[in-house]
């Protein structure tokens, strides 16, 4: 049983994880904690299932319309909610970011409806359902393994992004000081709405892979979702893109333990207090940059 | 800049002091729902049933020459909504009665409002048990009555049924944490000992969660022979598909949480053979029934659910005693508390329907099953 | 500018406070105006941290959650009156408070922030999951309303606060009591050193300040006016629900802090009566305006985008009102625009 929960714990992790990037490079780069993300995640499994539906693409097509569409929201997210609020207090962005996400969450229920839908099974591939190994009890499906594929594929390319592109340096020079940035010559909102994007991306893949594993989509999806990345982002230390991805996977398989051998009514009880307890021990994180208080 | 914004303040603080009741002399149904936020989705279905009764009533011209008006009143099932949009139905004096709330909980957060000032609420799917207690005045009147039975009897049902028409004799229950699933399982597993039907695990979940593999691994080993899912449809929907995935394929029964199309619609082949009972099935119905169907799903381009049948009904009882009694609310309330016999019942699609002193009504309880991608009626029925 | 209203506002509460009385009063309003009354004091309460702190708490709800099931709960086991439960929930939410912060107060920004969200998110765990005490999900239904017991003067002298007029100016009177404490409090020893540590932590600790210990003092009182809030709640909605303390309740307060003006005490209470008659506002303006009861919380949260975009700083933002009123300020802003003009004369000639 414990390799199963391990199994489940990652697949529900790697998804958190995915969605933690967005939250953590926006962090990293403007300190803002975008709370509409959850909804940028919601949305790209709405699109996804729309462009399939309604305009007839193929799975994998549809996947990176979606993908596309996201960033384009994510875009515009910026530009219209959080550039103005550039130099104003930091809280005056995160109420914004609040407002931004009740308004995209109430849209969404209006244009498809409040009540759960099923993912297009029809488009997605067969063998996807299939169980692909099985031993001493462990069940893992194709859609678990091309979850934790493209969770990885997505990741690896993220880190050459941002590592080994020009537009990775210019990210990482923002988030050391966006001053000295804008004074090497850096379009510092060019590249926070690249950030968005990018972000944004990584939250719609996420938001089309849970809801063809669960084969369900509905317009409250991202409130959970987005509070557990959120909470990931944090324990892997937020402003570290690879602490997103440790955390969330640190967080899933905590839960997924938690409901397993605790109680699975305390199940986001367990996964708060391994966050509240590795906060306390980590101050900045698993793999956050060491802020010291000042005092 | 300052006091404009205080103006403005003004302003909205003095339009919500003059803000007074519609003129229209008009009788009108409150519906308090959900109508935005997590649970919308049952807003929506109580919304349609009401909306339905009300068009078909004022088609025929009314009764008495009344004409009815439905006013929508929205509270996200929160408590703390319902409370708010409470004293604000009190005050339309129109308003003959409401239909709602949805949620127990909202529907208790109410009620001490309706019960001060002396206004009926009829739910058409609030099941909690506690209600029963808390919806009379100091002389004893309940002012809130439902037409549908009490998690308790439901509950109590499906453990007869699980053993007797079912024939197993070990199960697990798997239950949402809330009102509604802790009060189906408590009154299962209270009956499942007394008739001697084994329950092997208990694992619960809670709304909105997406992933239920770790509980059902663990259920798993306990070993069933079948598993209650208390709550309702989009999780059940998701609990259903993972149970195959983990390899947990036993027979699934549910409650009338899981009366809907989007159950199958979800879960695909994974609903198949599930049992649910249901205050409603067509086919038990008489004719008017099927006409109801055939018209909401016209109407919907969806087929019908309990909740939807039960508000009908809901808004057709408050309709009744308007015309028998006219629009006074303490009438209206003494016309439905002496609805006390089937003789003095009323006859709606979802049978008859008549209140104990507390509000409760006797509803028989029916049981569904999905077989080919489709609801139908189970083989075995109990009586 | 506000010394011009002054007369005004002082007609508008006397107006308020005499409007149950009137005979055309209605019961929805009033339930409103307490609702907005309850969230002036979880505002107040929460504006210790953010804003004169600079700590981020997104966890208040789960103090204002513990004072409420204090409350309940006592009323419902021991029966006890009002007058007593209340101390005794602000004691039980400052306990929590000194217990969470003591650990989590050193720890910086936004790592603080999600472990207040943990705590809140616990409570309520907590109290879905402890059936035994809480009824969990289930509800605590049938709370006694607030009652003067003077029995003891004489048998027939029992009242029983019933309908929304005395939770009205019981409400208001709360207020009136958290307002005055905290005005008092700003202006004393401990503010000055909340406010210190808000703009320097480090210079504040250079002069003397015992950084943790102030975060702590502020931690407890904000949870005891959390609680205070509830333990009104309680006795004034009459049922409870874990449900009532989802984490969405401490991003509205937050938003009503930050909304009326960070830091502001006044700002605060503004905050509680934009956002609570937005909602309900929204609910007679939209069928005018002819759209569907759904489009209720996208106008809602458009709204609040809009003012964060016109008026980021909030609606009092406290550097201004502080301005406002300190004479040295004054003095020194009219010297300034003398010499301005003068330095243009100048120029000129």
């Keep these: ?295 | 800049m300052k006091s404009g914004w205080c103006k403005i303040a003004l302003a909205a603080m003095l339009l919500c002091l003059l803000a007074s009741p519609a003129l229209a002399a008009e009788p009108a149904i409150a519906v308090a729902a959900p109508l935005t936020g997590p649970a919308a989705a049952y807003g929506d279905n109580v919304k349609a049933g009401v909306d339905m009764k009300v068009a078909e009533v004022n088609a025929k011209g009314g009764v008495n020459g009344m004409k009815f008006k439905v006013e929508y009143f929205d509270e996200l099932c929160d408590p703390k909504e319902a409370a708010t949009v409470a004293p604000k139905i009190v005050r339309d004096k129109n308003i003959v009665g409401i239909v709602g709330h949805v949620c127990s909980s909202a529907h208790l957060a109410a009620l001490p409002a309706y019960v001060r000032s002396g206004v009926v609420a009829i739910s058409a799917t609030a099941t909690n048990v506690a209600i029963s207690a808390q919806n009379k005045d100091k002389s004893g009147k309940a002012w809130s009555f439902r037409d549908v039975y009490r998690d308790d009897f439901q509950g109590k049902f499906l453990a007869r049924y699980a053993k007797e028409a079912l024939g197993l004799a070990k199960v697990a229950v798997f239950y949402e944490n809330n009102d509604y699933g802790i009060g189906l399982k408590d009154a299962f597993v209270g009956e499942a000992k007394k008739i001697g039907l084994t329950v092997v695990g208990e694992e619960a979940y809670v709304k909105g969660a997406a992933d239920f593999t770790p509980q059902l691994t663990k259920l798993k080993a306990a070993g069933p022979q079948g598993i209650f899912l208390s709550g309702y449809y989009p999780e059940g929907a998701l609990i259903a598909t993972q149970a195959k995935k983990v390899g947990l394929d036993v027979l699934k029964f549910g409650a009338d949480g899981f009366d809907n199309a989007d159950y199958i619609k979800l879960a695909g082949e994974a609903a198949e053979g599930t049992y649910l009972s249901t205050p409603f099935i067509a086919s038990e119905a008489g004719p008017e029934a099927k006409a109801f169907v055939d018209a909401f799903k016209a109407k919907y381009n969806r087929d019908v659910d309990y909740m939807s049948a039960n508000a009908y009904d809901a808004a057709g009882i408050l309709i009744q005693a308007v015309a028998h009694v006219g629009v006074d609310r303490a009438k209206v309330r003494d016309f439905m508390a002496a609805m006390n016999t089937p003789e003095k019942g009323y006859k709606g699609i979802t049978g008859l329907t008549y209140f104990d002193e507390h509000g409760d009504a006797q509803k028989p309880a029916f049981v569904k099953m999905v077989k080919g991608g489709q609801f139908a009626t189970a083989p075995k029925q109990l009586k | 500018m506000l010394a011009k209203l002054k007369p005004v506002l002082f007609v508008l509460a006397a107006a308020a406070l005499a409007y149950p009385l009137m005979p055309f009063s209605n019961d929805y309003l009033l339930h409103v105006v307490t609702l907005v009354l309850v969230y002036m004091v979880l505002a107040m309460g929460l504006n210790i941290l953010p804003g004169f702190c600079g700590l981020l708490d997104l966890g208040f709800v789960g103090f204002y959650g513990i004072g409420a099931y204090t409350s309940g709960l006592l009323t419902i086991h021991y029966g006890m009156s009002f007058w007593v439960i209340v101390p005794l929930a602000c004691l039980n939410g400052a306990l929590w408070g000194v217990l969470l912060g003591v650990p989590t107060l050193r720890l910086v920004g936004d790592y603080f922030a999600i472990v207040t969200f943990g705590f809140a998110e616990l409570v309520v765990l907590f109290l879905t999951n402890e059936i035994w005490l809480t009824r969990g999900p289930l509800g605590l239904p049938g709370i006694e309303p607030v009652s003067f017991d003077f029995t003891w003067l004489n048998p027939d002298w029992y009242f029983e606060l019933i309908g929304e007029v005395p939770y009205f100016y019981l409400a208001v009177a709360m207020v009136a009591f958290v307002w005055l404490v905290m005005r008092r409090i700003e202006d004393s020893r401990l503010g000055r050193a909340w406010f210190a540590i808000r703009e320097d932590t480090l210079a504040a600790a250079s002069c003397g300040v015992n950084i943790l210990r102030y975060k702590v003092i502020a931690f407890a009182i904000s949870a005891g006016i959390g609680a205070l809030g509830g333990a009104f709640y309680a006795r004034w909605s009459l049922f409870l629900s874990p449900d009532m303390f989802k984490f969405w309740e401490s991003f509205l307060v937050l938003c009503m802090v930050v909304l009326g003006g960070l830091g502001n005490i006044a700002g605060a209470l503004v905050g509680a009566v934009v956002l609570i008659v937005l909602g309900e506002g929204l609910r007679e303006i939209l069928p005018i305006l002819g759209l569907a009861p759904e489009t209720r919380f996208l106008a809602y949260g458009l709204i609040m985008v809009l003012i964060m975009r016109f008026k980021p700083a909030g609606f009092f933002p406290a550097i201004a009102t502080a301005s406002a009123r300190n004479p040295l300020i004054k003095d020194l802003k009219k010297r300034l625009a003398g010499y301005a003009s003068g330095e243009k004369s100048g120029t000129a000639a």
């Design chain 1, 1 to 295: 049983m414990f390799e199963q929960q391990l199994v489940n714990g990652l697949t529900l992790g790697v998804i958190y994880a995915l969605i933690a990037v967005g939250y953590t490079m926006v962090y990293g780069v403007i300190e803002l904690i975008n709370f509409a993300h959850g909804e940028v995640y919601m949305l790209g499994a709405f699109f996804c299932v729309t462009f399939i539906t309604a305009l007839g693409m193929p799975f994998y097509v549809a996947i990176v319309a979606a993908m596309l569409c996201c960033a384009l929201l994510g875009i515009l997210l910026d530009v219209v909610a959080y550039r103005p609020l550039r130099n104003a207090p930091r809280l005056a962005a995160l109420i914004t970011a609040i407002g931004m996400s009740i308004f995209l969450q109430n849209l969404a229920m209006i244009i498809w409806g409040s009540r759960a839908k099923p993912f297009a099974q029809e488009a997605v591939p067969a063998y996807l359902a299939e169980t692909a190994l099985e031993w001493s009890g462990v069940h893992l499906t194709w859609l678990q393994i091309f979850i934790l594929g493209v969770a990885l594929v997505m990741m690896l390319g993220l880190y050459l992004i941002i590592n080994k592109t020009r537009i990775g340096t210019a990210m990482r020079a923002l988030a050391q000081n966006k001053t000295a940035a804008a004074l090497m010559g850096i379009n510092v909102n060019f590249v926070i709405s690249f950030t968005f994007a990018l972000g944004s991306a990584m939250g719609a893949v996420a938001g089309v892979l849970v809801a063809v594993y669960y084969n369900t989509l509905y317009p409250t999806m991202g409130y959970v979702a987005g509070v557990k990345a959120f909470a990931s982002a944090v324990l892997g230390g937020i402003g570290s893109v690879p602490g997103a991805m440790v955390g969330g996977v640190v967080l899933g398989v905590a839960e997924a333990l938690g409901a397993g051998y605790v109680s699975s009514l305390y199940r986001d009880g367990v996964a708060y207090a391994v966050l509240i307890a590795v906060i306390i021990f980590r101050p900045s994180g698993i793999l956050g940059r060491a802020v010291v208080d000042k005092a």
